[in-house]
């Protein structure tokens, strides 16, 4: 959640690495991510366009494997290049339910996918590592740091893509489960402000946005949870947060050892945040802030220190600014815009061909756990959130600036304001055509996964994540499915 990389979010949780990030470099206020979601966000950044134009739409048809990236351009021109962890661009490799999920969303039924989200304590107090399979990782990029990079006479790229602060899977919610366990050990824990934890305020079930209704429902949140339950919960996500931490932290560390810091720029981003709690869901798929709201933090030669940038970025931004700092010439079809010149503090440059930056960053999401296309764009204090094809599901309009938390819908209050953002929102994406499509494509792909199952597709269908709700009335499902194809 980026809003933990600066105050008054970084109270809940001691952050050193980030800190120091912010002491030598730069934080953006304002980071989005351009979908909500792991593969289809991370398309985003490596591709630089927006969803729409990568059509990764869930979590499993993310960018072509022969897509070129901004790393393979920067190797293309001299970079010694290195990717280490997860990269999740082309698929995530996710379940068969998480697929089915996804293309059903659309179907006339309400069905539990996700395990309740809970909390668990492991290991002791002196025990750091937790997350074993991302430290592996973050050790091997230690030592291509201070065995490697050190020795090379031209310059390097080195992408480490970490899993935390993701939820861990939940074997306890039965076959294909989900992700809804939020662990840690004594030792991170210690690290979290319980008494700086703001419990967030819930809207009663019935006054629920459709649209949330349905998330919520489907990521098993609408049962009831104590205060403690919900306390938990955000202090063990902030725990991830500061395991997290402590793996940028490893890197910082080799680049300093190796004399390479002060000559090398470090980014440090995400592809989604998590609600924990908030809005009544975990996890993500969401355009709230905690979900889409991601951190951003520069630092490195050239990049001003101590500097807070409040204009609102996104993932796509990464991509022209990888190829900027590489003296690369940028690709003019691209989403994003570079950030240099943010960093260095210089007016846009009026020769740019592309003209300024926008004043506005765009974010979508086609995936399970909500069901409907939606869309949502960010300009100054306001954030507007339209779905489908802008009629058939109410539009949402939040002040930020007077309402952070978003828990006070204004789009009624103000249809002109409603007008004038989705005139600029069409003028970017025609988003009711891009809803139609996503819907054609989920059928068509759940019509040929049922043909490949032949005379089994009733017993695959009956037991996947959703089995304990669909087990309950097989027929009524099986219909709703049939009524929709």
């Not at 919960?233 to 997290?244: G, H, K, Q």
């Not at 998590?274 to 520069?298: D, I, N, T």
Request: net charge neutral.
């Amino acid at each position: 959640d980026g809003r933990l990389t600066f105050f008054p979010g970084n109270q809940t949780v001691d952050l050193p690495s980030i800190n120091f990030m912010k002491r030598h470099g730069t934080v953006f206020l304002n980071a989005y991510t351009n979908s909500p979601i792991c593969c289809p966000s991370r398309a985003a950044m490596w591709s630089g366009l927006f969803t729409h134009l990568t059509e990764s739409w869930n979590n499993f048809k993310g960018l072509d494997p022969d897509y070129v990236t901004w790393m393979d351009l920067m190797e293309k021109h001299g970079y010694r290049a290195q990717k280490f962890g997860k990269l999740d661009f082309t698929s995530g490799h996710h379940s068969v339910s998480n697929r089915v999920e996804a293309w059903t969303r659309d179907v006339n039924f309400l069905l539990r996918q996700e395990g309740r989200p809970m909390v668990k304590l492991t290991g002791h107090r002196k025990q750091f590592r937790v997350m074993e399979t991302d430290w592996r990782t973050t050790d091997k990029a230690v030592n291509w740091i201070k065995e490697e990079a050190v020795n090379f006479t031209q310059p390097f790229i080195l992408y480490l893509g970490l899993n935390l602060p993701h939820p861990y899977p939940s074997p306890y919610a039965g076959e294909n489960f989900g992700s809804s366990t939020f662990l840690t050990s004594p030792y991170w824990l210690e690290k979290v402000n319980y008494e700086a934890i703001k419990i967030p305020k819930w809207s009663s079930l019935s006054e629920m946005h459709p649209v949330d209704y349905y998330s919520s429902y489907t990521k098993n949140c609408t049962g009831e949870f104590t205060k403690e339950e919900v306390r938990n919960i955000r202090a063990f996500y902030y725990a991830m947060c500061a395991e997290t931490d402590a793996m940028l932290g490893e890197i910082i560390s080799a680049l300093r050892d190796t004399g390479l810091l002060g000559k090398t720029i470090v980014i440090f981003t995400a592809d989604h945040g998590e609600l924990a709690m908030e809005h009544r869901q975990f996890y993500k798929m969401s355009m709230y802030e905690g979900s889409s709201h991601v951190p951003l933090l520069v630092m490195g030669p050239g990049v001003r220190e101590q500097q807070q940038i409040p204009n609102v970025v996104s993932l796509v931004d990464i991509y022209p600014t990888m190829l900027d700092i590489a003296r690369i010439p940028v690709p003019q079809n691209l989403s994003g815009h570079s950030l240099l010149p943010l960093l260095h503090e210089k007016t846009e440059c009026k020769a740019s061909p592309r003209g300024p930056r926008p004043s506005w960053v765009l974010s979508e999401f086609h995936g399970c756990n909500v069901n409907s296309s939606v869309y949502m764009l960010r300009t100054g204090k306001w954030k507007y959130i339209t779905y489908a094809d802008g009629s058939s599901v109410l539009p949402q309009l939040f002040d930020l600036a007077a309402d952070p938390d978003e828990l006070t819908n204004v789009a009624i209050k103000f249809p002109v304001t409603v007008h004038s953002l989705d005139k600029i929102l069409r003028s970017i994406v025609n988003y009711p055509k891009v809803s139609s499509s996503v819907q054609e494509y989920n059928k068509q792909q759940f019509i040929s996964w049922k043909q490949s199952l032949g005379h089994n597709y009733s017993s695959v269908i009956a037991n996947l994540r959703w089995h304990q709700d669909w087990l309950k009335d097989r027929k009524k499902y099986e219909n709703a499915i049939d009524k929709w194809l």
